[in-house]
């Protein structure tokens, strides 16, 4: 017989080989672009190996090959839980003057690992590929199944990571729950903003510079016109479901967004933005421009779709009758918001662990950027993260608590743990 005390004693146990991985995993460059992570890749299935965990390797695409592993439970059915964590990072700019060490070097210093990608995400596609496999010894005592998907593209849209073991296996690399580590702070994520991208043009008469009673120009129309755009679009009320709407209106939910993600950001955590992400026109200094081109990323928070948002803009147009503007959607860059349920079970396991490990319970939040828990939710799988803080994430000098990193490991395992059991 086995419970929950033994699974805890061999998460603690372990612990210099948990970090010895992690290490590792992070010198392992990944960046995507360009993508190739064949060599982190294999910082993974050895450590699956060494262990005696079963694994294949998945490529839909060369140098992007994604690991995955399941197991069922000796207990018979139950819920399916689905991992996901991705391989690939943000890349570092060629001047790296700015690093106090090198990107790459997966020092420890002050109870902190250093290097690109350590926060988003192989801290915590490390801690689900741990917690999997500590599961996966205690495997006969637990119902249902696990599976583990260490996918390869994510940061550059999940085409050849999630996206392909969806659309190949959906029975097999689906499940009744998808959990990601995804970089989270002290808070679990239930849900995630849609993205709207559009490019657009405005094209007006020319003429010398001095002469602006003839025309305003492309540039000058296009920063009015764009004004007018995240007037309109910022000033939509999304409607979402009730108890998503009341939810992010309690004043402890708000106050942990700020916590999470930074002052400030629950002013619009409910709300859609306009970020005006690119702008360029004029070809002299003295000559009023005849077209100006650029591009939108607008940010859609639950209860609100893209269609209304074009509705919005579209009826911005016609006040500009000197100019023409265009406007055109960058499909593959535009997702639909997603949620996941506010009640579901292992919720309550996430908050009642990392309490048990941590010492606290915590909030459930939106997320503001994009993960591959879309992908889960859009099919009808509910998606929850749970992971380290995303404090400087992307960022120079990039680092991670290296207890955060342990008690994130833990969580994962005694939730998954007291759902199967």
């Given amino acids: 017989m086995s419970d929950k005390s033994v699974l805890l004693g061999a998460l603690e146990a372990d612990k210099v080989s948990q970090v010895q ?14 993508g ?18 079963p694994y294949k390797i998945l490529e839909p695409q060369q140098g992007q090959p994604n ?18 964590g991705h391989i690939d990072v943000f890349p570092v700019a060629d001047d790296t003057s700015g690093w106090i060490r090198d990107p790459w070097s997966g020092d420890i210093e002050d109870g902190r690992i250093h290097g690109r990608g350590v926060v988003d995400m192989k801290s915590g596609t490390a801690s689900l590929v741990i917690a999997f496999a500590c599961l996966f010894t205690q495997r006969e005592f637990l119902r249902g199944s696990v599976a583990l998907c260490a996918v390869s593209d994510e940061e550059t849209g999940g085409r050849w990571g999630t996206g392909f073991l969806i659309k190949e296996d959906q029975g097999r690399w689906g499940g009744d729950v998808m959990l ?3 970089p989270s702070g002290q808070t679990i994520r239930f849900s995630e903003k849609g993205t709207l991208r559009l490019s657009g043009s405005v094209a007006t008469k020319g003429a010398l510079g001095a002469y602006l009673n003839l025309s305003k120009g492309a540039v000058r129309t296009a920063t009015v016109f764009l004004a007018d755009v995240v007037n309109a679009v910022e000033s939509i009320t999304p409607n979402p479901p009730p108890e998503i709407g009341s939810h992010l209106k309690d004043p402890d939910t708000l106050k942990a967004v700020d916590k999470a993600m930074g002052p400030g950001t629950s002013t619009i ?11 360029s026109g004029g070809v002299k200094v003295n000559m009023i421009p005849e077209s100006c081109n650029f591009e939108l990323d607008i940010r859609l928070p639950v209860g609100l779709v893209a269609a209304e ?19 055109k959607r960058q499909e593959a860059a535009s997702n639909p918001s997603s949620f996941s349920s506010i009640d579901h079970p292992i919720i309550g396991h996430l908050k009642e662990n990392a309490n048990t490990v941590g010492g606290f319970h915590p909030r459930l939040i939106p997320s ?39 008690h994130v490991t833990k969580v994962h395992a005694l939730a998954i743990w007291d759902l199967l059991f």
């Fill in 21 to 34: 991985l992690l290490q590792a995993f992070v010198r392992a460059a990944s960046p995507n672009p360009p």
């Fill in 36 to 53: 190739n992570t064949t060599a982190a890749a294999k910082v993974l299935t050895q450590y699956l190996t060494d262990l005696g965990v």
């Fill in 67 to 84: 690991v995955v592993s399941e197991f069922h439970g000796g207990k018979g059915p139950g819920p399916r839980v689905v991992l996901n």
């Fill in 180 to 182: 990601s580590a995804e």
């Fill in 269 to 279: 955590i409910a709300l859609p933005t306009v970020n005006i992400g690119t702008i």
């Fill in 309 to 327: 948002v074009m509705a919005v803009i579209e009826a911005v147009v016609p006040r500009y009758p000197d100019a023409t503007i265009e406007l």
């Fill in 368 to 406: 503001m950027g994009a993960t591959d828990c879309k992908r889960y939710r859009y099919i009808g799988i509910p998606a929850y993260v749970y992971g380290c803080s995303p404090h400087s994430m992307a960022a120079m000098n990039e680092s991670a608590s290296v207890d955060e990193f342990l």
